[in-house]
């Protein structure tokens, strides 16, 4: 290859990264890409601090819900949680199953209730719940990680009404 071929292989090779660089700028300014990145930071984050509990975080939260409403509507507890109904179902067989809730069927509604067996682990629910708030105020500084939330919860309620 002659001096002049390697000038402008060298500059299209530039040219080329420079472009790359370029193509991926929408990532950064892109919500669902955000969003969706800031979820599996903050999930994995989750999932190290209910480590302690036996349970994925979404369980903790489940149950502190149920505790501290006995005779939750499995509907109510779908909205509070905004999960489908399907979703909840498949959750509430695997914490029955663990027997850290009860199911009451009257027609066509669904009541939970906890057993003594989750209440007995609402403690370590919370510490985990609070240890988790603790490292990403530590990392974000509070009044950051609380004005984030802020925005993402109404951020939520706009989308979810479109």
């Not at 402008?8 to 890409?33: G, P, R, V, Y």
């Not at 505790?67 to 489908?84: D, M, V, Y």
């Not at 209440?119 to 370590?124: A, I, Q, R, W």
Request: with cysteine.
């Amino acid at each position: 290859m002659d001096k002049a071929s390697t000038t402008k292989a060298a500059e299209n090779a530039a040219e080329s990264a420079a472009a790359d660089s370029k193509d991926d700028a929408f990532l950064h300014q892109c919500l669902f890409f955000t969003v969706n990145r800031l979820s599996r930071a903050i999930t994995k984050m989750a999932e190290e601090e209910f480590a302690i509990t036996g349970l994925s975080p979404m369980y903790g939260y489940l149950i502190r819900l149920v505790i501290g409403s006995p005779g939750i509507s499995h509907k109510e507890l779908s909205e509070k949680l905004a999960i489908t109904s399907s979703t909840l179902t498949r959750f509430i067989d695997k914490l029955e199953g663990k027997q850290l809730v009860e199911r009451n069927v009257q027609g066509k509604n669904v009541y939970l209730y906890p057993t003594d067996k989750s209440k007995e682990l609402l403690h370590t629910i919370r510490n985990a719940s609070k240890n988790l708030h603790l490292r990403y105020d530590e990392i974000l500084g509070k009044e950051f990680a609380d004005q984030l939330t802020e925005n993402l919860e109404r951020s939520s309620e706009k989308l979810e009404k479109h």
